[in-house]
């Protein structure tokens, strides 16, 4: 092991845009999620959480509300259209204007044959599903009022609306609105304004759940229209309502950053007393507003303005502890945002709008480990490249020599190409790219800078042969198995002959470079694979999976390495396999080829393939263990996995050609300090 | 000894008879005055009628002159704000030769049509010609060009693209989440709260993070300093 100097790179100002609407598919286990900026994320809850696609936003487009029909993902927003996405190839398939101003709220009945919106100008608009598109139907009468939320029931045949200070029931066949339940004000300095009903729910036995913006969360019945029970939860908004599936439970969101769920339980155990709303859990796990709440079979999931995703498990459903009833908060993109150029010490941070690229700092101090070196000279910002057009940036890439920079929005791809002499920089555009590059998922360069590829639709990958200031297309590389599928991982060899690419499907192809054809496939493993790297030396690819499975395949003899083997027969150690968040970065040192390096958001590890490998009850964080040995003890108590926890809120670890580490962390304060304001709560005895 | 007298009432346009009339007046002058009565010719009381009656018709005349020169005045002052009021007759001619391209008028050009359409107004007016540079100063905004009637010219790229109910729908949520009476407070100061309540009690954020608030911190420090200066400088 040696000795390795950390830059330690905290200037990366990356900020995670706020949660405002999400949906679970129920059918296909995915959760999808709306930003502010217009980013739709697609989470698949089968297989860890892990954070299969990223749809980037655009500037005029709007997130209100999602809404799944089938596998169809439909988004409405205050722009007034109504977005239908591609999930194949990560774009939207059409937007269609509604023409009833800014649009609060979508959502789809039951039999998944309709779509109702609800619309600023008061209508609610209904829209049939067909094949390949939406078409608008009718209006249901129109109200004086916003449509701010919007519920069917069960059947199909009736709506229920939140607008302001009352709800509406519409019936769906004729059109007309049948009930008008008034919500009351909240009291004191609040009656003056009008009260929002935020959400509505409607449910099978016609009783009708509300959310609004005094704090309470009244029952209705539906057929009368009468008040059942109001509960005062909160002195700010209730803001998100969600019923389960089977419609005993509804979790309800606050300004406040609580989660409170209630239950339709007898509320004593005597006499068969009848079923009614109570308020069992309070959950508080988000610091600001709740703008999104989704309860699953056995979990809540929750996001706000805190940027958090959290998935709270609920435990009477699990029989036992284990990393799936554990509470999951997810706060960093499962993907890379920081480049690094290894020979020539540069990084590049991609923002949605914009990229920087900073060359690193000096420092020729020597000193003990766990010592800070004296700076020669501070780390620089050498450019700040905004992107053009309204489309936010997809994906970016900067080859290791750091002569050429390229990133990709969903309309265009640009190609730069930079010159060092000194300490002046200058960047100058490829122009013509050819023209079957519009856009592209992942973009890499190989690490002699001759080549450029791009993950293309249907998994393909377009390889573009780079000369001095100019780019040809050479060939597409197309999978066999015909998947449509995007690529999310992309790498290649430092000699230049592979190059293998892993899509949604987790399927992980290699191709041969210099025949530009397919090698070979390697088994496909149940998880989706979240890094994965090439060793420079044995060209080895080794493979992090979601589900935290590690697996090393040779690319020349096409089979898995005997060290994988060894390693799957041990099985990972369970504090390995517990952790909370993916691998998202593997790398390897080209002074010891026996040390893989990876990193997740809290740790960073060393994996030694010379040392044994740990079984289930060894230690397994031992560093500070074998620094208290003596150096004769030290070698039985060594194992395979070291694990550093000194640097947290890890974005990108990386190796320079000159030995030295390049942690890039983004304190989880830094964010918290740059968010919305939230609100005042009056704690005792401050 | 007749005294001459005139008489000036508008009813002697009448042809009197003047030994009527002398019978009149000597009735009212035998009432006040012994006298004998006075003796008017014939001719004179003639002439005077004649006098008082042209002199009626002059004034009527007047006065109707009169009136035609003031309709006269107003008709001309409304011709001349009519006149302002409208483009000068080459622009309209150019824009009715263009009418599809009213949406996409490039911008020199709406420029220069508008400078020679000031120069023409302002050789016209003499008045009030501040006022009006003014007010077409004012009205140019980017690219809106008025016309007869309600309609403006502009671009539609110029158009930002948040349309007026989308901002006001976005300002209508900005307010009841973050607006008046939303009882918000800083993440600062919950973070300083946790601070000081937390297991490890430390200070409010602002002092245990170096980097909160460099701004305020260092217009702290300048204020400071110029204290100091101030405390200084009269004592030595």
């Known amino acids: ?686 | 000894m007749a005294k001459k007298l005139l008489r000036t009432s508008p009813s002697s346009s009448n042809k009197f008879n003047s030994a009527n009339m002398t019978d009149d007046f000597q009735l009212h002058l035998d009432s006040s005055d012994d006298d004998a009565p006075e003796e008017v010719t014939f001719e004179e009381s003639k002439a005077s009628a004649l006098r008082s009656m042209k002199n009626a018709l002059e004034t009527s005349k007047r006065e109707k002159d009169l009136l035609k020169e003031k309709r006269r005045k107003r008709q001309e002052m409304f011709q001349e704000q009519k006149k302002r009021r409208l483009l000068p007759a080459h622009i309209l001619e150019e824009i009715d030769t263009a009418p599809s391209k009213k949406q996409k008028l490039p911008r020199d050009q709406a420029e220069s049509n508008h400078e020679e359409a000031y120069c023409s107004w302002e050789e016209g007016r003499e008045g009030s010609k501040e006022g009006y540079e003014k007010e077409t100063k004012k009205g140019f905004k980017g690219n809106i060009r008025r016309l007869k009637g309600n309609y403006s010219v502009m671009r539609v790229a110029d158009q930002s693209s948040t349309n007026s109910q989308q901002q006001t729908a976005m300002d209508f949520i900005q307010a009841r989440l973050y607006g008046p009476g939303s009882q918000r407070t800083t993440n600062n100061e919950v973070l300083s709260l946790q601070n000081k309540r937390g297991p490890n009690k430390s200070a409010a954020m602002q002092f245990v993070n170096k980097k909160w608030g460099t701004e305020k911190k260092a217009k702290a420090e300048k204020l400071k300093k110029q204290w100091i200066q101030k405390r200084k400088v009269p004592s030595s």
Request: proline share 4%.
């Open chain 1, 1 to 686: 092991m040696g000795e390795f100097k950390v830059h330690r790179v905290r200037f990366f100002d990356y900020m995670p845009t706020a949660i405002r609407a999400m949906a679970f598919n129920a059918h296909t286990e995915r959760l999808a999620l709306g930003r502010m900026d217009g980013s739709v994320e697609i989470f698949n809850f089968a297989d860890r959480y892990f954070q299969e696609k990223v749809i980037p936003g655009k500037d005029s487009r709007s997130i209100e509300a999602l809404c799944w029909v089938g596998g169809r993902l439909f988004s409405a927003g205050l722009n007034g259209e109504i977005t239908e996405y591609d999930l194949e190839n990560l774009r939207p398939k059409y937007s269609l204007e509604a023409y009833g101003g800014p649009i609060w709220t979508i959502t789809s009945n039951s039999q998944g044959a309709h779509l109702a919106i609800g619309c600023e100008d008061g209508t609610v608009k209904l829209f049939e599903v067909l094949e390949e598109s939406i078409q608008f139907e009718r209006n249901l009468d129109r109200q004086k009022g916003r449509i701010i939320s919007l519920s069917w029931h069960p059947s199909g045949t009736q709506i229920a609306a939140g607008m302001m200070d009352m709800i509406r029931v519409f019936d769906v066949p004729t059109g007309r609105a049948v009930q008008r339940l008034l919500v009351d004000r909240g009291f004191g300095g609040s009656k003056s304004r009008e009260t929002v009903v935020w959400s509505v729910v409607f449910l099978s036995d016609y009783t009708i759940i509300s959310g609004d913006s005094a704090g309470k969360v009244q029952v209705w019945d539906g057929h009368t229209g009468t008040l059942v029970k109001t509960h005062l939860v909160t002195k700010w908004d209730v803001l998100a309502l969600s019923v389960s599936k089977d419609e005993s439970s509804v979790v309800v969101g606050t300004s406040e950053g609580t989660v409170i769920q209630f239950q339709f339980i007898a509320p004593t155990l005597q006499q068969q007393q009848d079923k009614e709303w109570v308020r069992t859990r309070t959950f508080k796990n988000h610091t600001h507003d709740v703008r999104a709440l989704a309860e699953i079979e056995t979990a809540i999931v929750s996001g706000g303005m805190d940027t958090q995703l959290v998935v709270r498990p609920l435990l009477e459903k699990f029989d036992e502890r284990s990393h799936a009833s554990a509470l999951r908060k997810i706060q960093f993109p499962h993907r890379n945002l920081v480049f690094c150029a290894k020979k020539a010490g540069l990084l590049l941070f991609q923002f949605p709008g914009q990229l920087e690229l900073w060359r690193l700092g000096e420092s020729d101090g020597h000193g003990k480990p766990g010592d800070s070196l004296p700076l020669k000279r501070k780390p620089e910002k050498l450019l700040h490249l905004k992107r053009k057009g309204e489309d936010h940036i997809c994906c970016s890439a900067l080859s290791s020599c750091g002569g050429w920079l390229a990133y990709s929005t969903m309309s265009s791809v640009r190609l730069y190409r930079l010159q060092t002499d000194n300490n002046d920089i200058s960047i100058s555009k490829v122009p013509k790219l050819p023209k079957i590059l519009r856009s592209a998922h992942q973009l890499c360069f190989s690490s002699d800078s001759s080549k450029l590829f791009a993950a293309s639709s249907q998994s393909s990958v377009l390889v573009i042969a780079l000369s001095q200031s100019e780019c040809k297309y050479v060939h597409t590389l197309k999978p066999k198995s015909g998947s449509r599928q995007p690529i999310h991982l992309m790498t290649n060899s430092v000699d230049g002959k592979w190059l293998a690419t892993a899509n949604s499907d987790c399927e992980i192809h290699v191709y041969n470079v210099q025949k530009l054809k397919l090698h070979c496939i390697v088994p496909v493993y149940g998880s989706c694979p979240s890094a994965m790297g090439i060793h420079p030396t044995t060209n080895n690819l080794t493979m992090v999976h979601a589900d935290q499975q590690i697996f090393e395949y040779s690319i020349v003899e096409k089979q898995y390495t005997d060290w994988s083997r060894k390693l799957q027969k041990q099985g990972l150690h369970n504090l390995w396999l517990d952790r909370d968040t993916p691998v998202t970065h593997v790398t390897f040192n080209p002074k010891n080829p026996e040390q893989i390096l990876l990193h997740d958001m809290h740790m960073f590890c060393i994996i030694d393939q010379s040392l044994p490998l740990p079984d289930q009850k060894t230690q397994f964080y031992n560093q500070m263990t074998l620094r208290s040995l003596s150096e004769q003890e030290r070698p039985s108590h060594l194992h395979a996995f070291k694990i550093c926890k000194t640097f947290q809120d890890l974005l990108s670890v990386s190796l320079l050609d000159d030995q030295s580490l390049v942690m890039v962390e983004r304190p989880l304060l830094a964010i918290t300090c740059q968010l919305p304001a939230p609100v005042r709560q009056k704690k005792f005895a401050t």
